[in-house]
Every structure is written in C-alpha cells, then in structure tokens.
C-alpha cells in the first residue's frame, strides 16, 4: 500500500516569511495525483493544491507553490508571504491514477503539519 | 456545483447509546462517498468507502458501520458506542477524477 510521510510536526514562520512543509510517499506507481489539504481550527478540510504526476510544472497557486520530485518521491509545500490565516493543519495525500475502483479512487493522508504563524 | 452537508456538527453521546451520522451530497449524481475518522492531532483513517446504493466498503474492523440508502445520502452508525469511538468525522465525496471535497465534519464525544 501506498504511505504518506509527513516528517514534520509542526512548524513555525514570521508573518510576511516563506516556509516550506515537507512530504515523501512511497509508491510502485506511475500515475497519480498528489494534494496539500488545509484544515484551520474549524476543521474544515481545504484543497489547497494539486498535482498531477504526469505533469513535469510544478503547480502554483497564489502564494503556495510545490516542489514536486517524482524521480525522489518528494513533494514538499512552499508558502510565500506567510498570513496569520495561514495558520492550520496541513496534510500531504496521495491518489492513485491507477486501473480498477479500488486503487482509482482512495486517498492516502500523511500525519499533518501543524503550521503555526507567529505576528 | 457540488456541495457535501454533514450533520450534527457536535454531538456527546453516553457509552453504550447508539449513534447516526449523516452525510447528503448535492450537485452530483452516483458520486463515491466515504468516511473517515481523525483522532486528535492525527491524520485520516478510512472508515467505510460507497460506490452505490448499497454497497459498502469497510476498511478497518469496527464497531461502526455505513448505510447507502440513497444515491446521494451516506450514513454511518453504531449501535453501542464505545469511549473510543471519540473523534472528529468526515464524510468526503471523491471525484471520479481529481480531489476529494469534505464536508464541515462531526465532533463526536463518547462520555
């Protein structure tokens, strides 16, 4: 079975800094998708970003970006001009791209980051 | 679009009382539901996964367990509760291709 590994319990960032979570997973497979989910104190789960294996472009959103390395099986988190709002849960998943239901549809969770931002 | 409603938000339940959780997704049709559970300070462990009506998934053994009843309603119940069913539920719907989209989640406390 696929694992998700999040080394990184927690972390700390000034407000206005850049930090960047880390995220390894192990895996035979050569499609998949990859996600960084957000979950504030509301416990609320939010997609923040998404990859796409076959991609070779590291996605971008606003000021979160991914450092994706297939070849290492890393896919780590940037955060530019950290925000108080900022300040979550971060889980690292993977989703198989495979054949058949099973593997196709489910989502492995790595431990979470808890991302503090300091004012 | 498509939105997932799960409810209660908060519930405190006596060891040994049953338990019904619900969870309705609007804007898709035959979509994959599943639930999963996160202890405090942990990550998602997958309870049950749903492809239809009726047919249900369990991942890991438990004193849980899930009903379809409808193509867009997903349910996970228990008929005794134990101190260790405590915990943070989420009810997801998983894209056929792409993401998983949560609903708001139950904090379920077993006292």
């Known amino acids: 079975a696929q694992t998700v590994t999040q080394s990184q319990p927690e972390m700390s960032v000034q407000e206005a800094e850049t930090v960047t979570l880390s995220c390894t997973y192990d895996?035979?497979?050569?499609?998949?998708?990859l996600f960084w989910y957000k979950q504030p104190p509301s416990r609320q789960m939010i997609l923040v970003i998404r990859?796409?294996?076959?991609?070779?472009q590291n996605a971008t959103e606003n000021r979160f970006s991914v450092n994706f390395q297939k070849a290492a099986k890393s896919f780590s988190l940037k955060i530019s001009d950290s925000q108080l709002g900022d300040a979550a849960m971060y889980f690292c998943?993977?989703?198989?791209?495979?054949?058949?239901?099973?593997?196709?549809?489910?989502?492995?969770f790595g431990s979470g980051t808890k991302l503090n931002v300091k004012p | 679009s498509q939105t997932i409603h799960q409810w209660p938000a908060t519930l405190v339940q006596p060891v040994g009382s049953p338990l019904s959780l619900e969870c309705t997704v609007e804007?898709?049709?035959?979509?994959?539901l599943y639930w999963y559970r996160q202890a405090a300070g942990r990550g998602l462990q997958l309870l049950f996964y749903?492809?239809?009506?009726?047919?249900i998934s369990s991942e890991v053994p438990q004193n849980l367990s899930a009903s379809r009843p409808q193509d867009r309603q997903f349910i996970l119940s228990s008929k005794k509760l134990l101190l260790s069913d405590s915990g943070f539920y989420l009810c997801?719907?998983?894209?056929?291709?792409?993401?998983?989209?949560f609903g708001q989640g139950t904090r379920l406390t077993v006292v």
């Open positions: 997801a719907w998983i894209r056929v291709v792409g993401e998983a989209f």
């Open positions: 895996t035979s497979e050569s499609d998949y998708y």
């Open positions: 990859q796409e294996a076959y991609k070779q």
């Open positions: 998943a993977y989703r198989s791209d495979g054949p058949g239901f099973y593997n196709f549809n489910k989502f492995y």
């Open positions: 804007g898709t049709s035959n979509p994959n």
């Open positions: 749903s492809v239809g009506i009726g047919q």
